[in-house]
């Protein structure tokens, strides 16, 4: 999948239009929506406009950025819809070539303008416009755009794992290891005994079953031949992966695949 979302769906949720299932599509839109200024809640005014790589995006855009899917794929579709402004189709497009050229990605991070409160606004704007839509949309419309909709709400919270890594990055960055947020509760106790499970070399099916949402590169659903391998009982923790290092682990290529010992190697 493209790190910015850009597949299309086989959608069967389709919103069928009911007062019900309207109420549950604008809950489902106002609950990613929120998510992602809730993450975005620890930060200062000054880290929403770093960019720490040219991989990276700063918070700004990615907030931006979500809310002009919405706009351009959704309230957009209507021939009478005034943008909410005629310069961020430019400056918050990503990868979608179909609709119109785009600010340089490595340069996100110099874009000072709109500022964090004008994006907000920009939030706060499309949101509302998103709502009443919803409200008072025919069935055709939401049989059109409904599925959009759900689509877009999936794009936004794969964009709130990229928020999170790309804020990691930046206040890794920093010199005076700044904390994401200082009020975050930290795990308590001692992680269980690490455990190799085993599974056998079979034939097994792979992408999506279900009548749910899917992206198409999901689908078609089939069969692969995997070999056997073994799988941990449960995640690493920080103290195994900090004696790994101690150990020499980066030190070590026959610890590596080939791209990670030369991706170790070019900024070691």
Known sequence: MQRDGQARAGLAEQPRGTTSERAALAERYRTVRGITEELCRPLATEDYVVQSMPDASPAKWHLAHTT????????????????????????????????????????????????????????????GRILEWLADASEQELRSLGPVLILGSHHEQQHQELLLTDIKHALASNPLRPAYDESASRPAGTAPALAWMTYPARMRWLGHDGDGFAYDNETPRHRVFVEAFELASRLTTAGEYLAFMEDGGYNRPELWLSDGWAARCAHA
């Not at 070539?97 to 409160?117: C, E, F, H």
């Open 68 to 127: 002009w899917f919405f706009e351009t794929f959704v309230l957009a579709a209507f021939p009478d819809y005034r943008p909410f402004h005629p310069g961020y189709s430019y400056l918050f497009n990503s990868y979608y070539n179909a609709v119109g050229d785009r600010w340089q990605r490595a340069a996100r991070g110099t874009l000072s303008r709109p500022t964090v409160a004008e994006v907000y606004a920009y939030r706060s704007a499309i949101d």
